[in-house]
């Protein structure tokens, strides 16, 4: 018997979810466990709060009010992309928020009942959430991967800079300058799951929409899990252009800033 009961938008989301994860797998960019997402899914579940069981309880070191009663599905910590892809259901773990947001439920009853722990970047993941619902916007998705080329760009003395990856980034190709006009950000190396780098993670996303992990990789919103793959897809085609030329032996000549300035009025 389950009381958890999964609408058809909450499967969708974890259709998606295995959908998204297949592609970060076939992209390389999800080497052994790399990567994680969450979604927001309050709405989209129905269980009474009198079928919370209290042994499932942890509080959070950094409470989220903003967030209570929300319910989140995410990526297990330690799951390989690959296995969520063909088996969500043992790989993902739902989440509610407490009343008063110090702590958080794992919901899993008979049917849904996977191993999974939430994963080890919780803390960003949930800063994140906490900003949109701030915002007040449709962002609900949440996707943090290890894309090869665009991280390799944070690995280049001297290239770790914000203006200087942004003007690689957008001048390589016009979609980019179409998908993420405002640009990308740029976060410091910062230790994993840590909620420093959730402090200033969220601190980028004020300005941009998808943020670089300085030596690790990236991270992004969107309303729908694919709209944030999108976001690193176009990142990640614009840091291979760049390569590209470079192995060829030129420095990519890239758009000018007059031609960025007509495609952002164009579009
Ligand atoms: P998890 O397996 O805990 O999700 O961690 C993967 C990761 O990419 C950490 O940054
Ligand atoms: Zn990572």
Redesign the pocket.
């Known amino acids: 018997m389950s009381y958890l009961e999964l609408t058809a938008a909450a499967k969708q989301q974890i259709a998606d979810i295995a959908l998204i994860s297949g592609y970060l797998w076939e992209r390389g960019w999800a080497v052994k466990?790399?990567?994680?997402i969450s979604l927001e899914i309050t709405g989209e579940i129905n269980l009474r709060s009198s079928d919370l069981n209290p042994l499932t309880y942890t509080p959070l070191k950094h409470p989220c009010p903003d967030l209570s009663q929300m319910y989140f599905i995410m990526?297990g910590?330690?799951?390989r992309m690959r296995d969520v892809a063909c088996q969500p259901l043992s790989h993902v773990c739902v989440i509610r928020i407490s009343d008063d947001g110090t702590g958080y439920y794992h919901i899993r009853d008979e049917v849904f009942n996977s191993p999974a722990v939430p994963?080890?970047?919780m803390p960003t993941h949930l800063a994140i959430h906490q900003f949109m619902k701030k915002q007040g916007g449709k962002n609900r998705a949440v996707l943090?991967t290890?894309p090869i080329e665009l991280t390799a760009l944070t690995l280049i003395p001297g290239f770790c800079d914000e203006s200087r990856l942004n003007k690689i980034l957008m001048s390589v190709q016009p979609e980019a300058v179409i998908a993420i006009p405002g640009g990308v950000g740029l976060v410091p190396f910062i230790l994993?799951?840590t909620d420093q780098l959730a402090e200033k993670t969220v601190a980028s996303l004020r300005y941009y929409p998808v943020v670089l992990w300085e030596k690790?990789?990236c991270i992004a919103i969107g309303h729908k899990l694919q709209d944030a793959f999108d976001l690193i897809d176009v990142l990640n085609t614009s840091a291979k252009l760049f390569f590209l030329c470079r192995e060829a032996g030129y420095t990519p000549q890239g758009l000018s800033a007059q031609e960025i300035e007509n495609l952002k009025k164009y579009y």
């Not at 466990?33 to 994680?36: I, L, P, Q």
């Open positions: 466990n790399g990567g994680n990526t910590a330690g799951t994963t080890s970047e943090h290890h994993p799951g690790h990789g």
